[in-house]
């Protein structure tokens, strides 16, 4: 069956089936397509733990040598290997060496086509070699190489796994997108009167940045949130005298954020 093509893009469906050793041949060809978001770079960042800047600080980005964020060059290579697993030969593919080289940025908004092609069958032991490709939308290269894989010997097909959906979201953003929403309302006027944390101590603050309180007293506190988020060592001792300045400080920042 050469120079066949599968293009999974538009047969998906509920079922999740490979091929095996046997029904591939030299020239097959197997490709998909996706456009990259924003949230798949911030999502690829949370499970890889690469939060390198390039990749999540768009105003860091901007003055990169891409000038904005990029893609982690690993996010193709997943794509590589997510067509290899579960669709081109799919289940039961165990996968033993992949090379890559990259050669263009991926950016937000690209639409990326993946494709492998089979260049090498190895009878003895069902290893199979593919030449891996991806392109953007207007066709330049962004990634290549060669993978490596055992194909699997056993037919496979099964009913996809409804996999849990990912929500991701910056709260500060959130925050600031309701705030947008409310109508404008005079400051009400409130006393912090035993805060249970440090967050909650700031959030006055932030309250009274946002115009929506004005915090006027704060009853009892520990001296060590006050020193952090008046920017003193937390490790000063607490005595009274400290204890009056520090809420002296509060004070005035209330008022200057009012």
Not at 117 to 139: A, F, I, P, S, Y
Not at 149 to 158: D, G, L, M, Q, Y
Request: aromatic fraction near 6%.
């Amino acid at each position: 069956m050469p120079n066949t093509m599968h293009n999974l893009t538009d047969t998906q469906d509920d079922l999740i089936e490979n091929l095996t050793y046997t029904e591939l041949s030299l020239g097959q060809r197997a490709e998909f397509s996706r456009t990259v978001r924003m949230a798949d770079i911030q999502a690829f960042a949370l499970v890889s733990g690469d939060v390198n800047p390039a990749h999540v600080d768009a105003e860091y980005a901007q003055d990169t040598r891409f000038h904005g964020v990029i893609a982690h060059g690993m996010f193709a290579g997943a794509l590589i290997s997510s067509l290899l697993g579960t669709e081109f030969p799919g289940p039961g593919t165990i996968y033993l060496e992949q090379s890559l080289r990259f050669q263009c940025p991926v950016r937000v908004g690209d639409r990326l086509t993946v494709a492998v092609t089979v260049v090498e069958k190895d009878d003895t032991n069902h290893n199979v070699r593919m030449d891996c490709v991806v392109v953007n939308q207007l066709m330049k290269t962004v990634v290549s190489g060669q993978a490596l894989v055992k194909a699997p010997e056993t037919k496979v097909s099964r009913s996809r796994i409804a996999m849990p959906t990912m929500h991701l979201f910056d709260p500060t953003a959130r925050l600031e997108a309701w705030m947008a929403t409310q109508p404008a309302q005079p400051r009400l006027r409130c006393a912090v009167v035993h805060p249970c944390d440090e967050v909650s101590l700031r959030g006055a603050l932030d309250a009274a940045q946002y115009g929506s309180a004005r915090p006027a007293n704060c009853m009892r506190w520990p001296a060590s949130w006050v020193c952090r988020l008046m920017g003193a060592p937390w490790w000063t001792p607490p005595t009274a005298t400290r204890r009056l300045r520090l809420r002296a400080q509060w004070l005035r920042e209330v008022k200057r954020r009012c």
